[in-house]
């Protein structure tokens, strides 16, 4: 139920394009920033649109990229995480300590670096975010996978000559997959408030394209005026991290009890 209730408000997200008006007649018949009314229940934007319309239809954005990002970071630093525990001696080390190194630097810092370099398109989004969070996921990942490898089945199934995927999914991945859960879903609620951060810095999406952080920052002015305009995007923000963290809650308890 916990994860139904995420499901079902990301689809709505996802899907609000296709069933929000976006008349050309009727994006521009308000005034600018007017306060919360029967017409618009939470007020107008900065382009007199209406707000609660705008953001519900700019979530669309935000979770694609959000979670693009984090399927490709997460496949990405579980699969060195494993790599590590496989590859035992010099190389595993190597492999190991090139991910704390990477996870020292800010990401912010990447991130100017490589929008500076590949600019602000969707895919250089999602390739930038997924730099800056793999190699969390491989921190995170890193212990869990050293502890099942130090167990005596997995000695057992190297015995028997056991081949490398028999050793990854039956041996590997159903010990780690509520760790893998827990940071699968920690990692969307980062990539979303990255990029939430970027679009609010202007490095991020950029218009005529829209994500909850571009609102924030296109609608600032709203608040000297009384609006809500550049509120209601970042408690949509909220409201999608919370029911995310919750949904995988349970996971979340029983992999920190069962830490080696």
């Known amino acids: 139920m916990r994860g139904f209730a995420f499901a079902i408000f990301s689809l709505a997200l996802l899907m609000a394009p296709s069933w929000i008006n976006t008349r050309p007649a009727a994006l521009y018949e308000a005034e600018r920033f007017e306060i919360p009314s029967a017409t618009h ?51 595993g080390s190597v ?18 670096v490589l929008i500076a370099t590949f600019g602000s398109s969707t895919p250089s989004l999602i390739a930038v975010i997924t730099v800056v969070e793999f190699c969390r996921v491989f921190r995170s990942l890193r212990v869990p ?13 190297r015995i028997r000559g056991e081949g490398l995927g028999y050793l990854i999914f039956r041996d590997i991945w159903p010990n780690i997959r509520g760790y893998a859960a827990v940071e699968l879903v920690n990692r969307f609620v980062s990539c979303l408030m990255f990029l939430s951060a970027l679009s609010v810095l202007g490095l991020g999406v950029q218009p005529p394209a829209t994500d909850w ?14 609006s809500p305009a550049p509120l209601l995007p970042g408690l949509f923000i909220l409201i999608t991290s919370l029911l995310a963290l919750f949904a995988v809650g349970e996971e979340r308890l029983t992999a920190s009890h069962n830490l080696p």
């Open 95 to 112: 492999l190991t300590r090139s991910m704390d190194a990477l996870v020292a630097i800010p990401g912010l810092i990447v991130a100017f």
């Open 41 to 91: 229940l939470f007020g107008t934007d900065h382009l007199g649109r209406d707000l609660l319309a705008e953001t519900v239809a700019a979530g669309r954005e935000s979770l694609l990229i959000s979670i693009t990002a984090a399927l490709v970071s997460f496949s990405l630093g579980l699969s060195l995480a494993v790599l590590a525990g496989l590859w035992t001696g010099l190389g």
């Open 145 to 157: 996978v050293a502890h099942v490898m130090t167990q005596p089945f997995v000695e057992l199934s």
């Open 213 to 226: 952080g571009t609102l924030i920052k296109l609608n600032a002015a709203g608040l000297l005026l009384g």
